[in-house]
């Protein structure tokens, strides 16, 4: 229901990819927009069959209408659904919870979604045979909140794609400081040329907390005139709020926004970035810090426990909203004492644990047992 523009549509699509490849399956059949999964389709090169599902992401439409859907595949089988948005009546249903963002309330909108969503992830929780989730903090969030979960939740993290593996491999860490300011002529059109930029790769959402990585260049833009921001993602209602945060310091002509990128788009910009910010209030897994760090780009991330889990010390952690201290640690990069090539490499070493080939593995012995 989102195969591109998200996290989630990578996990869905690199999950497939991987299950098909292994032969995990007699079939695998997807259910979605049969437009939108063409390209995948394409780059998979494999007939899959596509059942119309006629519904979005997080649609109410979807959860009394799985059933029906179940009964075109015309043998047993197991559903997966790839998001907490599913399985209430569908048998022999695995569901991933990813997170429980969607929990977090606010103004009176924000506490509305939070009881739909609540109410909705509680009939996930009941209705799946077996439940999937990427980290052990946010399987200890997951049980917390519904502990009926606890008896069917198995961890197992997200991988990273073999393109950014192997365009990590090709660059030793002194061509990847070369590059750096040197600019790209693949980089998606972006206007900052061979300008030294700063990355953020995330939905343009609240719980993002974009603010402070445009904070915090904000802070380095007047020391360093050719410095540039590139913000990666999907817009939404929020990113005007962003906008004018990065016209009232000043900063907005330095801002490249950009949205749509293939991954050998996406690649070159890690590559090529002084460093990727991560200042999330809330993450399920911090996948595009594992992406930079294959690439050997230094990651600059606020301190929070799924992402120690999922980073080591492969990162410079700094305060959650903390704008100076950000900007303090992307300086120390640029410092004497070697912290970018010990990130580089340590980021490196790092990313290299994760797979989707042992993502997928993992995950079919659950669908498997399901």
Known sequence: RAPFGS?????????????????????????????ELQPFLRALRAP????????GRHSPRVPPGSPAIAAQVGRPHVTWFPNWDGAWRTPH??????????????????????????AWIQRTVRGSARLLTVSEQSAREIVAAFPEAAGKLTVVPNGVADFFHDFGAKRSPSAARG??????????????????????????????????????FAQMAAERPSLRLVMVGDRSPHATVLESLAASLGVADRIDDREGLNDEQLATLYGNAEALLVPSREEGFGLVALEAMACGC?????????????????????????????????????????????????????????????????????????
Not at 195 to 203: D, I, Y
Not at 309 to 324: C, K
Request: aromatic content about 4%; glycine content about 10%.
């Open 179 to 216: 590059a750096r300011g040197a600019g790209a002529s693949n980089d998606a059109g972006a206007s900052h040329g061979a300008a030294p930029f700063l990355l953020t790769v995330a939905n343009k959402r609240p719980h993002k907390r974009l603010e402070t990585a445009i904070r915090a």
């Open 48 to 55: 899959l069959r596509v059942i119309p599902l006629g519904a």
């Open 93 to 118: 249903a695995v569901a991933t919870i990813h997170d429980l963002i969607n929990l977090q309330g606010g103004d009176w909108r924000a506490t509305l979604r939070a009881a739909v969503a609540r």
């Open 298 to 370: 230094p990651v600059v991330a606020v301190d929070r426990p799924i992402l120690r889990e999922v980073l080591g010390d492969a990162a410079e952690f700094v305060p959650f909203d903390d704008a100076t201290a950000m900007a303090a640690a992307v300086r120390r990069l640029s410092g004497p004492d070697g912290l970018r090539d010990r990130l580089i490499t340590t980021g490196r070493a790092r990313a290299a644990d994760y797979t989707w080939t042992r993502t997928a593995e993992r995950i079919a012995g659950v669908l498997q047992g399901a």
């Open 7 to 35: 996290g989630l549509g990578r996990y869905c699509r690199e999950v497939v990819r991987a299950l098909h490849q292994q032969h995990a399956f007699d079939e695998i059949v997807l259910a979605g927009d049969p437009a």
